[in-house]
C-alpha cells in the first residue's frame, strides 16, 4: 500500500492519542496496535517521497512519548532498516562516494549508526513451546553471564544516543558547506540566536560549535521550503516533550549533557536518527525515485541472504 502522507500523520496521530491518558499517564492495549503502519498494509519501499517523509515525522511522534519513554516498534525498524537500504545500501553509497562533500568518514558514522538502531531486531526463528523454552533459558543464562557483544547489544540505544550527535553535526556541516567547513570554521557569514535569545552575527574565521546555530543555520539559509516544513512538523513532537524550550534548545541541552558526561539518555536516541533520516531524505528529493528504484532492485537479494552483509532492508523481524 503506497499511503498518502496525510494517512500515515491520521493512523500516528490516531495512536499517540489512544495511548496517551488523560493524567498524562501511558496505556498500551491491544487497540493501540490497530494504528500501527505496517499492521494498515503500509509497505515503507513502496512509499514515495512526501510519504516517507511523512512517515519519518510520525513515527518520531510514537516513540519518544512524554517523561522521555521509548516505545520501539517494528514500524520503527523497518524505517530505519529501509531509509538504511536507501541512503546507504549498495546503489546509493556510489552516490555518496561521488559527493565530494559527503566523506568516508561520515558515510561510515552513518553506517554505525543505523546498525546500532537495528541491533536489537531479531528474526523470530523458534515456534514451538520446547523451543521457545530453550530461547528462554538461553536468554536468562545471558544475562546472568553475558559476554562483551552482548553488554554491547543491550546497551545499543545508549551507545545510538551518543552516535547520533557527531552525526547529525557532521549531516549538518555537509549541508550547510557554503557558510561552514567541516572542522567548524565559518566562511560566511549568518546569523543565529544567542543565548538571550537575541540574534548574534557568526563570522568568518571563526569556529562554530554550537549545534543549535548549525540546525538554525541549516534551517534559515540551506533547507528547502518543503525541509523547512517537515523540520516543523518534527519540532512540533519536541514540543509535546517541553513545551517551554525551544525544540534546538531542547536538542542543543541533549547534545551537552550527553557529552558532557552529566546525563545519559537511552532514550532519544531513535529520534535523534530520525532527524538525521529527515534531513537525508531531503537532500536526495529531487533523485527520490531514482534512489527508491536502485534500493528496492536490491532487496531480492537481501532476502536470500538473511539480511546478512551490505543491505539493510528488509529489517531480520520481518524476514
Known amino acids: 500500500m503506497?499511503?498518502?502522507?496525510?494517512?500515515i500523520k491520521s493512523l500516528c496521530d490516531d495512536f499517540f492519542r489512544n495511548v496517551i491518558q488523560h493524567d498524562g499517564s501511558l496505556r498500551f492495549t491491544a487497540e493501540s496496535n490497530n494504528f500501527r503502519l505496517l499492521n494498515n498494509g503500509i509497505s515503507f519501499e513502496s512509499l514515495n517521497h512526501d510519504s516517507l517523509s511523512a512517515a519519518i515525522v510520525g513515527l518520531t511522534k510514537v516513540l519518544l512519548l512524554p517523561g522521555l519513554n521509548t516505545c520501539i516498534d517494528t514500524d520503527h525498524y523497518a524505517l530505519w532498516s529501509w531509509c538504511g537500504e536507501l541512503l546507504l545500501g549498495p546503489f546509493a553509497k556510489i552516490k555518496l562516494h561521488n559527493n565530494v562533500n559527503t566523506t568516508h568518514e561520515l558515510i561510515n558514522l552513518y553506517e554505525t549508526t543505523v546498525r546500532a538502531s537495528l541491533s536489537h531486531c531479531k528474526k523470530q526463528t523458534h515456534t514451538s513451546l520446547e523451543d521457545r523454552e530453550a530461547d528462554r533459558a538461553r536468554l536468562i543464562s545471558e544475562a546472568m553471564n553475558p559476554d562483551n557483544s552482548t553488554i554491547m547489544a543491550n546497551n545499543s540505544h545508549l551507545i545510538l544516543g551518543y552516535l547520533t550527535f557527531p552525526l547529525l553535526e557532521g549531516l549538518l556541516k555537509k549541508s550547510c558547506s557554503k557558510y561552514v567547513e567541516m572542522d567548524g570554521t565559518v566562511i560566511?557569514?549568518?546569523e543565529a540566536t544567542n543565548y538571550k535569545g537575541g540574534l548574534k552575527k557568526i563570522t568568518p574565521p571563526g569556529p562554530c560549535s554550537s549545534l543549535k546555530s548549525l540546525l538554525e543555520l541549516h534551517y534559515k539559509y540551506v533547507a528547502s521550503?518543503?525541509?523547512?516544513?517537515?523540520?516543523?512538523?518534527?519540532r512540533d513532537v519536541l514540543s509535546t516533550l517541553d513545551s517551554a524550550r525551544d525544540p534546538f534548545d531542547l536538542i542543543q541541552s541533549w547534545r551537552n549533557q550527553s557529552l558532557h558526561g552529566t546525563t545519559n539518555f537511552q532514550t532519544i536516541g531513535g529520534t535523534m536518527l530520525n532527524l538525521c533520516l529527515l534531513i537525508s531524505v531531503h537532500e536526495i528529493e529531487a533523485e527520490f525515485e531514482s534512489y527508491r528504484s536502485d534500493a528496492n532492485s536490491s532487496i531480492p537479494r537481501s532476502i536470500r541472504m538473511g539480511n546478512q552483509g551490505i543491505h539493510y532492508f528488509p529489517p531480520p523481524c520481518l524476514l
Open 2 to 7: 503506497n499511503a498518502t502522507p496525510e494517512k
Open 188 to 190: 560566511t557569514e549568518f
Open 225 to 234: 521550503q518543503n525541509l523547512k516544513n517537515a523540520i516543523d512538523s518534527f
